[in-house]
């Protein structure tokens, strides 16, 4: 089971438009992206992990432990970022699978976010692209925010979810 994000994540910047108050204007080139032009580990001046699982006392209950660097659970080859949950045990666990993040390596302000993925089927599955805080100034999750770009539930096949969170 695999979540391919294949070749486009790109942001550009938004900067204040001198010539109208109150509007932005993006670049024209991105600030920010990641083609996947290459082979082996996702590039480690741009990914970091998320390492561990439910007994972290973070996620969603996912059955999965997260590793690090572990070219079975994230590898680039012909363009594409494959992101792959293994049936193993593992630190208690029943499955592998890895979870990438940009923190301290991309971190926006403004911007538009362009991902293109192809996500897997069958339920169990949750393919996902959020934006989280680098600081969490307002507390942990969800007062310091969170953006859905992409939710895939297995459960629902059909559907694409999105949405944001803030303080409550």
Known sequence: MSLWILPLITILSASPDSTHAGE?????????????DYNG????????????????????????YYTAA??????????????????????????????????NKGDFLYGRFVVRAKVPKGKGTWAA????????????????????IMEHVGYDENAIHYRSYKGL
Request: hydrophobic share 35%.
């Open 24 to 36: 932005y204007k993006f670049a024209e080139t991105p600030s920010w992206s990641d083609e996947f």
């Open 41 to 64: 580990l996702p590039d480690a001046r741009k990914w970091g992990y998320d390492v561990g699982s439910l007994h972290n006392g973070w996620g969603n209950h996912e059955l999965q």
């Open 70 to 103: 572990n070219r079975k659970n994230a590898s680039v080859a012909n363009g594409v970022l494959r992101i792959t949950a293994i049936k193993e045990q593992y630190e208690g666990l029943d499955y592998t699978s890895a979870r990438l993040v940009s923190k």
């Open 129 to 148: 692209a959020w934006m989280l805080p680098t600081d969490w100034v307002y507390g942990g999750w969800p007062h310091s925010g969170e953006i859905d």
